[in-house]
């Protein structure tokens, strides 16, 4: 289950203690640079059974859907939860005629799944690289989905 929060819902749904460990200066500097360069970037907390389990952040344009920020809690990876989301995200995608990309650092292990899953690297700014799926002529993204 994926659900958009801020942080007066994150404050009552977690209280205000797990919010405030979620907000250590490593989390809040990245979540403040994600608002300054994604301002309409959604914010979506992962419920697994109720309990937080990851977050997205993901910026929907008219031409792309960008990742921007995509994790997993060590405790909930390799129950398949990323697959999933992506899923939803290439679906949506391919629904709407759109692109979906993503940054990923050079070392990042996703590296590897993200180029079975149709992604491909368009340009490379140093640390990162941005990687895009492939459109056809006819506007339909070209992915192979993972099963959940």
């Known amino acids: 289950m994926i659900e958009s929060f801020n942080t007066a819902k994150l404050n009552r749904l977690l209280g205000k203690e797990f919010t405030l460990e979620m907000a250590d200066n490593e989390h809040n500097a990245q979540h403040q640079h994600y608002q300054k360069y994604y301002p309409e970037a959604a914010f979506e907390l992962i ?9 997205l952040y993901v910026s929907r344009w008219e031409t792309q859907i960008r990742i921007v920020d995509i ?10 939860i990323g697959s999933h989301l992506m899923s939803q ?10 692109e979906v990309s993503i940054h990923v650092e050079h070392n990042n292990p996703a590296m590897r799944w ?31 989905c993972p099963k959940a």
């Open 89 to 98: 995200l290439l679906d949506e995608a391919k629904e709407h005629g759109l």
């Open 114 to 144: 993200y180029l079975a899953l149709g992604f491909e690297t368009v340009e490379d700014k140093g640390v990162y690289r941005l990687m895009k799926t492939r459109l056809h002529e006819t506007g339909a993204v070209q992915v192979a």
């Open 47 to 55: 419920l697994l059974s109720g309990e937080p389990a990851g977050r």
């Open 71 to 80: 994790a997993v809690l060590p405790q909930h990876r390799g129950k398949k």
